[in-house]
């Protein structure tokens, strides 16, 4: 079983910067592959990035490529998610998640989610 705890949600600037973190409990997290969703209001649940268990393979999202960063560090069963250049029509609310694979988080396929961390990007 994996407890994933997010933090570093908040109110930006369009253009600015944020750091998500996404803590997990377990001895098992290293195993896992892990991501990040997010959900704006009155919209479907959408994939960001994902990163494979070792760190070695990372996906993102068209949408965010070269601007943010996710990475992880399986000393401190944590991934992050660095955003960069934040936009507006980015507000919502970013979920953590783990699956077996990280090409199959970025399908969707995923064992364990956050509960999630509002992020706001003002104009």
């Known amino acids: 079983q994996v407890q994933l705890v997010e933090s570093g949600g908040g109110l930006v600037q369009s253009g600015g910067s944020l750091r998500l973190s996404c803590a997990a409990s377990?001895?098992?997290?290293?195993?896992?592959?892990m991501g990040w969703f997010r959900q704006a209001p009155l919209k479907q649940r959408e994939f960001v990035a994902a990163?494979?268990?070792?760190?070695?393979?990372?996906y993102y999202a068209d949408s965010v490529k070269g601007r943010f960063t996710i990475s992880r560090d399986n000393a401190k069963n944590t991934v992050y998610l660095q955003m960069n250049s934040l936009k507006p029509e980015e507000t919502a609310v970013y979920y953590c998640?783990?699956?077996?694979?990280?090409?199959?988080?970025?399908?969707?396929?995923?064992?364990?989610w956050g509960q999630g961390t509002q992020v706001t990007v003002s104009s």
């Open positions: 990163i494979s268990w070792s760190g070695g393979n990372t």
């Open positions: 998640a783990g699956g077996r694979v990280g090409s199959s988080v970025r399908a969707g396929t995923v064992d364990y």
């Open positions: 377990g001895r098992t997290f290293s195993s896992y592959a």
